[in-house]
């Protein structure tokens, strides 16, 4: 089972940026689709951002579309998501995942598999 683990969470002001980072060991991440989903208290889960294996095709929902970035390290093995122009809307335990399936609307996206997060927090 693909194990993940995500870091660079915090907290910054509206229009602030961070940089998620999504590392794995044992395997290497180029053989998988990832993608990235968020949950913030009281909300189901909705998909962010997705990159495929490959030809690292990039897919945005909307509401983060030209704000953040999804791209590949594969010499770290690693994923980031770069968010830029942060909102409070965007505060949210992140978490990057196996396989997205991109199913409809954003709270419909199914991953395989998923790490434990990393908190952002977007507040004045």
């Known amino acids: 089972q693909v194990q993940l683990v995500e870091s660079g969470g915090g907290s910054v002001h509206p229009g602030g940026s961070l940089r998620l980072s999504c590392t794995a060991s044992?395997?290497?991440?180029?053989?998988?689709?990832i993608g990235w989903f968020r949950q913030a208290p009281g909300k189901e889960r909705e998909g962010v951002a997705a990159i495929s294996k490959i030809v690292s095709s990039t897919y945005y929902v909307d509401s983060v579309k030209g704000r953040f970035t999804i791209s590949r390290n594969s010499a770290k093995n690693t994923v980031y998501l770069q968010m830029n122009n942060l909102k409070p809307e965007d505060t949210a335990v992140y978490h990057c995942a196996e396989d997205p399936v991109i199913n409809g609307s954003p709270r419909e996206w199914d991953f395989a598999s998923w790490g434990q997060g990393t908190q952002v927090t977007v507040s004045s």
């Open positions: 044992g395997f290497t991440l180029d053989d998988y689709a």
